[in-house]
Every structure is written in C-alpha cells, then in structure tokens.
Nanobody, 117 residues
C-alpha cells in the first residue's frame, strides 16, 4: 500500500501563488507516476498535472503556463507550484500516484485551495 499526504493548501487572492506538496510512503517502489487532480464544488474531478519518475509531464489545458509540477524522487514527494491563480482554480486538490499515468491507484485525502476574487 501507498499513503499520500498533501499539504500547502489555503486561501490566496486572484493573481497570487501557492505551492502544494504531497509526500508518499509505503510500497513506493511500485510508483512511477504521481500527480494532482482537483474537484470544484458541483463538478467532476479533473486532471491537473501528472509527472512520471522519468520527468515526463502532462498538464490540463486550463493550467498550462501557470502551474508547474515537479518531483523529488529522493524524498518521494511531488509538488505543484500554482501561479497566476484564478477564482476558477478553487477546488480540493488531490494527490494521486500509480504505476502508470493511466493507472493511478492511490489517492490522498485532498487539500483545499481557495482563490478569492
């Protein structure tokens, strides 16, 4: 099993920046991909960004150029740097991990990011 613990959410004004982190523990040798999804009130959970152990990244169109995902393999931690935040970025951000970007078996409990206008 793999445990994921997010941190770093909070309240920020539009145009501001925030970084969320996710630390993985457990049977982490099985993990290749780590990333972030988000779920806004009344909406479905959606992909934000994914990064593989080799450094390949995938971003949602809505965050390209504003968000950057990075990974510290030595610390088993993935980060999401969010810049130029918009009110529509308000959501619970969930960390996820798995053996492949399309097979994300593990999920954190989420961290709330609120962007005020």
């Amino acid at each position: 099993q793999v445990q994921l613990v997010e941190s770093g959410g909070g309240l920020v004004q539009a145009g501001g920046s925030l970084r969320v982190s996710c630390a993985a523990s457990g049977t982490i040798f099985s993990i290749n991909a780590m990333g972030w999804y988000r779920q806004a009130p009344g909406k479905q959970r959606e992909l934000v960004a994914i990064i593989t152990s080799g450094g390949s990244t995938t971003y949602a169109d809505s965050v390209k150029g504003r968000f950057t995902i990075s990974r510290d393999n030595a610390k088993n931690t993935v980060y999401l740097q969010m810049n130029s935040l918009k009110p529509e970025d308000t959501a619970v951000y969930y960390c996820t991990a798995g053996s492949h970007p399309r097979i994300m078996d593990y999920w954190g409990k989420g961290t709330l990011v609120t962007v005020s206008s």
